[in-house]
């Protein structure tokens, strides 16, 4: 696409985001991959469309204000980006011109207290476990809230898993073949603690050392992809300072933390921090490839149970990170274990980083929509890799009864390597009819 848009002006970002734009062609081919186009119905709602205006904003041509719905209502995940074939890297361009648009742009009252309770909470671990205590004790009152706090309520569980320590050092079983340093996340320690503790018993007992630096931070996703460009360039440096240069791979279990350390080049570009950047990029890997990768993996014993399992592809990790087969590979692995594809399998769940807290009409709508695709495959457990994803999938899941698990890949692997597979069982009464 021609544009006149003066790339040095805008900064260490301007080639990147000008790039992007010329390299879209205008073809459509991202409309049917784009979840807000099939919900919203409008061409300024698509790849496309958010193209064009944010290049005539770029240009001059419009207000930043003018064009912050359509942009707000774009989920960020990335499923424009494999759907086109001029291999236009959207994510080179919605997260930078939001990052541009936060500098200027108005936000009412109840925005900016969202924003600022999720940026001083949901990144610090410990900070977002006293918060969700303490607001579980408001959520019958939710209703008298302002409107834009409401849906962090709901989003909420009725308990949190017990607090979960880390070791700085968890040693390999057997002979060593591999030593890795792990991101722990943020939500994910609160929501899911179990999360990382099947990732280092499942890297452990094939022969990998994991290390937990004590000094890590976010990832900085949330940030990025909120338009804080200073918070994510922040928790970036915190990391390529916290994390080792020795190991063989820094390894992931979210999909939006691994995407957006690989994003680090992007979010430090221009700074001294951008080599090094370049550099700890290249060692980022989701644990799923890691462990192909790896390969003679330990064999899996036979429990003689069968479970259907369906397996839904995180956007950031599908779109993001281009993993797909991986998880689905070492789920086949699992004797007894038969595993079916989801119905509109690429649209995204409706989380999408804080997308449910910003958007939750559309979020809502989607999560209903997957959730629903998950009870017509027949599955008694749905597998993801990103903890998003799951707390989305699980909320609506409930709403509807249904007794479906919500696991993520490393705990169905970790309970088949260790003889648990009962806990891949209905956590509810099978009896128990949903909607569908």
């Known amino acids: 696409m021609l544009h006149n848009i003066d790339a040095e002006k805008i900064g260490p970002f301007g080639e990147p985001m000008a790039e992007a734009v010329r390299s879209c062609v205008h073809c459509g081919f991202c409309l049917a991959a784009c979840p807000t186009y099939g919900e919203l119905g409008q061409e300024l709602d698509t790849p496309r469309g958010r193209i064009v205006l944010m290049k005539e904003v770029l240009e001059g041509a419009l207000e930043v204000e003018d064009v912050l719905p359509h942009l707000d209502a774009c989920l960020g995940c990335l499923a424009c ?3 086109c074939p001029s291999g236009v890297e959207y994510r080179n361009l919605i997260s930078p011109f939001r990052a541009l648009a936060n500098e200027t742009r108005s936000r009412s009252l109840g925005e900016k207290l969202r924003r600022f309770m999720v940026s001083q909470t949901l990144p610090f671990a410990g900070r977002f476990r006293a918060a969700a205590t303490l607001a579980r ?13 409401r849906p962090m309520m709901e989003l909420l569980p009725s308990s949190l898993p017990a607090r979960r320590k880390l070791q700085e050092r968890y040693e390999a079983s057997g002979k060593r073949r591999a030593v890795v340093a792990l991101l ?3 939500a994910q320690r609160v929501l899911e603690p179990d999360i990382n503790a099947a990732t280092i018993e499942v890297l452990t007992r094939n022969g990998v050392e994991v290390l937990v ?3 890590q931070a976010c990832c900085g996703a949330l940030s990025w992809h909120g338009g804080d460009h200073w918070a994510a360039q922040e928790f970036a440096r915190q990391n390529l300072e916290a994390f080792p240069e020795e190991v063989d791979a820094v390894i992931t279990n979210a999909a939006g933390c ?9 979010i430090l570009k221009g700074s001294d921090d951008e080599e090094c950047a370049v550099e700890f990029a290249k060692k980022v890997v989701d644990v799923s490839v890691f462990l192909e990768r ?10 003689g149970e069968e479970v259907t399992v369906a397996y839904h592809d995180a956007c950031h990790l599908s779109n993001g990170q281009g993993v797909r087969g991986e998880p689905r590979r070492l789920l086949r692995m699992i004797p007894g274990l038969r595993l079916v594809e989801l119905r509109d399998a690429h649209l995204c769940c409706g989380s999408a980083g804080t997308y449910n807290i910003d958007q939750p009409e559309i979020a809502s709508s989607l999560g209903e929509q997957k959730a629903k695709a998950v009870i017509e495959s027949g599955a008694a457990v749905v ?12 909320m609506h899941l409930e709403k509807l009864e249904v007794p479906v698990q919500v696991r993520h ?10 003889g648990r597979p009962s806990r891949l069982r209905p956590r509810w009464d099978t009896g128990k009819k949903g909607s569908s």
């Not at 790896?294 to 429990?303: A, K, Q, V, Y």
């Not at 890949?409 to 260790?418: C, H």
């Open 213 to 215: 630096p004590k000094a």
């Open 81 to 83: 980006e494999p759907a």
């Open 409 to 418: 890949t490393v705990q169905i692997l970790r309970d088949a390597w260790t």
């Open 294 to 303: 790896l390969g003679d993996l330990e064999e899996i014993p036979d429990s």
């Open 137 to 149: 004790f408001a959520k019958p009152f939710a209703g008298l809230m302002p409107k834009s706090m």
């Open 383 to 394: 597998a993801s890799g990103n903890i998003g994803c799951l707390t989305q999938m699980k």
């Open 258 to 266: 691994g995407s957006g350390m690989h994003e680090y080049p992007l």
């Open 184 to 186: 722990a996340g943020c």
